[in-house]
């Protein structure tokens, strides 16, 4: 495990500002993808962003909770991809692609799934395996746990994930602390947003009023956990939580986290004796959560996460 050197604009130095700043004033770029339905075999389906390159190594882009190919973080990360000579394809979770999924089951931390499906269905599209993946938060946890049950015959070379909530009920915990119920605030509005457009729609298999929760863990006590076969939001955290799968991972894999991420606790890191040798481990002391927002001046801001994951899928 490295410490990272990563240096915050100075401007920037709160883990707050670092998660907050990019979401408003990170500079985008315009992408030209070309969007692909991709139905899956119960019946449901999700959304693919392609690069338009026809050559280079393909590269799996996964988003976090509610993200989807709006997020900073992925515009700028696809941007980076195409400029280093890589084909990315961004991968929605289910319902995130701005259209409501068929089915009452949505998506969640530990669903490898549809990850893995998505990887056999670029192999037999292009001909090729993907390269690698980049997965942010939520998706990462879902990159990691995937890696780890697939750890005799995964497909990838390379995988980068960034700002990983390693044990589930840690975060669960965290966003109910101090300056934290900000982001639970906002990301429990947007699950019950989409929970409540979706079953006006189709029928809920739950009996439950979505306004009344006001904590992640009765969320995913009374709708991940049921919707999607956990006896209950322990049972989900204990089962989905990737950090013991780190063990296991045999792809070239680059971690990059900050101890002051305000989703998790400093001790949600896992130890380097839980670490397999396949993993590079980059930890920062400040970054925040899929922050990592450096500056040469105060007028040139850019993502050092950016520059840290082209470097090690061209290394």
Known sequence: MQQADFKPA????????????????KKRHSLDLVNEQLELNDGDFLDLCWSKKSSGKIVLVLHGLEGSIESHYANSVVYE?????????FMHFRGC?????????????GDTGDLSFVANYIY???GDQPYAAIAYSLGANVLLKWLGETAADNP??????????????????RLEMGASKIYREHLLK???????????????PLDIDVEQIKSFWDYDD?????????KGAQDYYDACSCRQFLKDINVKTRIIHSVDDPFMFETTVPNVNELSDSIDFLLTQGGGHVGFISADSIGSTYSWSDKKIIEYLLG
């Open 124 to 126: 037999k599209k292009t």
């Open 222 to 230: 009374k709708v991940t956990a049921p919707l999607h076969g956990f």
């Open 81 to 89: 991809l195409e400029q280093a000579g890589f084909r990315p394809v």
């Open 97 to 109: 692609s701005g259209r409501r999924n068929r089915l009452a089951r949505a998506y969640h931390s």
């Open 156 to 173: 990838l070379s390379k995988a980068v994930a960034l700002s990983v909530p390693f044990r589930l009920h840690d975060a669960a915990k």
């Open 190 to 204: 947007s699950l019950r947003n989409t929970y409540i457009e979706k079953f006006t729609h189709i029928e809920s």
């Open 10 to 25: 100075w401007w920037l130095r709160s883990p707050h500002l670092q998660t907050l700043w990019p979401a408003f004033f």
